[in-house]
């Protein structure tokens, strides 16, 4: 996915997580990241996240992390609760700027 | 923390018998400080013993060992290795502090041991003669207990491919309590380098909650060897040895009555008679309402006889069923005064006053919310009797009186209410302070031609303090008036008589349950309102003449040599198709807050209990009226409130 650099309009990527979004699907996601990281902005979609596990949020924190050392703009279009709560436990709410999960 | 959920239902009942070994051994510890016989070690034994074994068997291993220092120490009094003195006792007492203290944090959920139930074991292990094991007690409180911990958990890159989630595992942690999760990020690669299975991510997590290592480290059994854990007690709440306790002061001992009462717990223990009572009753009801149930297939007029004597028994049994349910409710003051004995020997100590405590009419009984409630103003004003009433030995002698002052409290049925007396032979109100006071404030000109009651009246006035020194007890803010607030809001009245030199009795009157009052119902157009029969002087009937008209349309009938002021109810209440000639209808004579007043209704309908609903809950208070009940035909009717009444016929009067 190197051609995104050829672009002369910035245009922003969006990424939408998988319902399953643990260990197993994380290949796929890890590429599809970093290409990402060569637009000026990335929007997430993680509302259709069912299943999430520490390996997928240390993923997103990364590339959240290099995404914005880069000057990239990194934002959510959505977040399952699922997904909200899990970083909330990991305490990585700040690190993936999302919403805190509201208490169930 | 599954190694003790499933004995959480028994460690209650555990606790409150415990707390009642415990009053058996404070009681029997002053008995025994008292010149009691060796019976009572053998009986403060049993209940440490049981304290004990309860403690170890139900997941308290502090309170065990704790316990187990107590025991040692009684049992070489018992076994008559040492002698009972007055350091044993005060320790014993002590201990006995502690050990509530530990029931109370056992409730919370706190760690049981703090500083003092430590210094006072260390206590007990010296007075045996053997060095305090303090030193153990302190590695063990900085090791395995605080009050907060922080975890620092960094997995090994390989755990997640193990199938070992942080995820779960810091879930699992936030069950032990409270957490804050701080993730350490320093770790990370760079994207492109990173094995998505491999875990680059550590926590600090601070565990707010009081539990053990044992249980934190239980949650990371599972990947003891898949990562670096490191479990600390948190710096600032480690429980730390503090410096040895101040005497108890004055104002602490003041207090441990209030904080007892505080404690109550929302449950009732019923004797089985009392229930073996109502099942019977119940049993009596069954068989009544069979044989009723025989007219319903056949009714033969000849039979009628049977019917009125079926409904006759109906309705005694649901009396007596009654009396035996709101009996359930009711309790003996016992548990009160109980709290009295070691309140006035440490108060009576600490002020260095000779007092005698004698207790009577401890069986009697009143309704629970009347008892939790009457706790602290009975509190109130035996700290006060002790502080103020009561003088020191040489004031006494040099009044000619014994060195022993007695502070006695009694409590007694009269007629529909519960008298509980708290009197002194101390030197009583002191007429010429209380006059100058009240002078100061303004509350009053002079005391020329004041009765003793009206200087009596005095000390209720808010802020009203007449001591000489402040000291830890009168300092605190909080007065007579409080006290006679307090009871109020119980529906009762406190009152003072006071001789000088002979002591003062403080009289407190209560309703015995505020749940039914007996009644009039009166009628007032077609309106039912209920008049507490306790405030029922007497109903008159009065000819027109009798009654005189006064400036500002007030209207006054003589009664017993006294005038006094007719409330028209209907006018009050805005009843329709009320009689309104004063012949036509019925004066009652009611007194309330002091004073008396004549209600003016069409008649009287008949004598009633009332099961009080209250109208503030279901609606809003109203002016003059106490609450409402059902009648029998299912209509409402009021209940008045007479001494509301009384104060809106004043505001009437003056507006």
Redesign the interface.
């Known amino acids: 996915m190197g051609s995104k650099r050829e672009h002369s309009a910035p245009a922003a990527v969006e990424i939408g997580l998988p319902a399953d979004c643990r260990m197993a699907a994380q290949a796929a996601l890890l590429a599809e990241l970093l290409g990402a990281l060569d637009a000026p902005a990335t929007q997430l979609d993680g509302s259709a996240v069912e299943r999430v596990d520490t390996a997928a949020l240390q993923l997103l924190t990364l590339f959240r992390r290099e995404a914005l050392s880069r000057g990239c703009a990194v934002s959510w279009r959505g977040a399952s609760t699922t997904l909200c709560e899990a970083a909330e436990t990991l305490g990585l709410i700040k690190a993936l700027d999302l919403p805190a999960a509201v208490p169930a | 923390m599954s190694s003790t959920g499933g004995l959480a239902q028994f460690q209650q009942v555990f606790i409150e018998e415990s707390l009642e070994g415990l009053d058996t051994m404070e009681s029997s510890l002053l008995a025994l400080d008292d010149g009691g016989d060796g019976e009572l070690v053998h009986t403060i034994f049993r209940a440490a013993h049981s304290i004990k074994g309860g403690a170890a068997t139900f997941g308290f291993p502090e309170m065990a060992s704790f316990t187990h220092e107590a025991e040692s120490l009684l049992d070489e009094v018992r076994g008559g290795k040492r002698a009972i003195d007055k350091p044993i006792v005060e320790l014993l007492l002590r201990s006995v502090d502690c050990l509530r203290g530990m029931f109370d944090r056992a409730r919370a959920g706190q760690p049981l041991n703090d500083a003092t139930s430590d210094d006072v074991r260390g206590e007990l292990a010296a007075m045996m003669g053997r060095a305090a094991p303090a030193a153990a007690v302190q590695g063990r409180r900085a090791g395995d207990q605080a009050e907060a911990w922080i975890i620092r958990f960094h997995p090994h890159a390989g755990m997640?491919a193990g199938g070992n989630?942080?995820?779960r595992l810091?879930?699992e942690l936030?069950g032990l309590g409270e957490l804050a999760?701080?993730?350490d990020?320093s770790r990370?690669?760079?994207?492109?380098k990173?094995d998505?299975?491999e875990?680059?991510?550590g926590?600090s997590?601070e565990l707010k909650a009081p539990v053990r290592r044992e249980d934190i480290k239980a949650v990371f059994d599972w990947v003891e060897d898949e990562c670096d854990l490191a479990i600390e007690p948190k710096p600032s709440a480690v429980v730390t040895p503090a410096a040895p306790p101040a005497p108890a002061n004055i104002a602490e001992a003041a207090a441990r009555g209030t904080r007892e009462a505080n404690a109550d717990s929302g449950s009732v223990r019923v004797s089985i008679d009392k229930i073996d009572g109502m099942i019977n009753l119940v049993g009596e009801l069954v068989i009544t309402q069979a044989m009723l149930d025989t007219f319903r297939e056949e009714f033969d007029p000849s039979r009628l006889a049977l019917l009125q004597h079926g409904l006759t028994q109906l309705a005694r049994h649901a009396r007596e069923l009654q009396e035996s349910v709101m009996g359930i409710r009711m309790l003996p003051i016992a548990s009160v005064f109980n709290r009295f004995p070691r309140l006035v020997r440490d108060l009576s100590q600490k002020l260095g006053k000779q007092v005698k405590l004698e207790l009577h009419g401890e069986q009697t009984e009143l309704d629970k919310t009347v008892l939790e409630k009457i706790g602290d103003p009975m509190v109130h004003l035996v700290r006060n009797a002790i502080d103020h009433g009561l003088e020191t030995p040489q004031k006494r002698r040099a009044a000619g009186k014994s060195d022993m002052g007695t502070l006695k409290l009694d409590a007694y049925h009269r007629g529909g209410n519960i008298v509980v007396e708290v009197s002194d032979d101390g030197a009583g109100l002191n007429r010429g302070a209380i006059v100058g006071k009240a002078i100061e404030r303004g509350l009053i000109r002079s005391g020329e031609g004041l009765s003793d009651e009206a200087v009596g009246e005095l000390i209720f006035q808010p802020g009203f303090s007449t001591a000489e020194v402040t000291t830890d007890l009168s300092g605190r803010g909080v007065g007579m008036d409080v006290v006679r607030r307090n009871v109020s809001d119980l529906g009762g009245t406190v009152t003072i008589r006071s001789k000088p030199g002979q002591g003062s009795v403080f009289t407190i009157t209560l309703p015995l349950t505020l749940a039914i009052i007996d009644g009039l119902t009166a009628a007032v157009g077609q309106e039912r309102y209920i008049v507490p029969l306790v405030s029922i002087v007497e109903s008159v009937q009065l000819k027109p003449e009798a009654l005189k008209t006064v400036v500002g349309g007030g209207e006054l009938f003589r009664f017993r040599g006294e005038y006094l002021p007719v409330l028209r109810l209907h006018e009050l209440f805005g009843c329709d198709g009320a009689k309104r000639a004063i012949e036509d209808g019925l004066v009652i004579v009611v007194e309330g807050d002091g004073s008396r007043v004549g209600l003016f209704v069409d008649g009287l309908v008949g004598q009633q209990q009332a099961v009080v609903k209250s109208l503030e809950t279901n609606y809003r208070r109203v002016q003059g009226v106490s609450g409402a009940t059902i009648l029998a035909d299912g209509s409402v009717a009021l209940i008045t409130d007479i001494a509301g009444l009384v104060r809106l016929h004043g505001r009437r009067k003056a507006a």
Do not use: G, Q, Y
């Open positions: 997640l989630d942080p995820l810091i879930r936030a999760v701080e993730a990020l990370l690669p760079a994207l492109a990173l998505p299975s875990c680059h991510m926590w997590i």
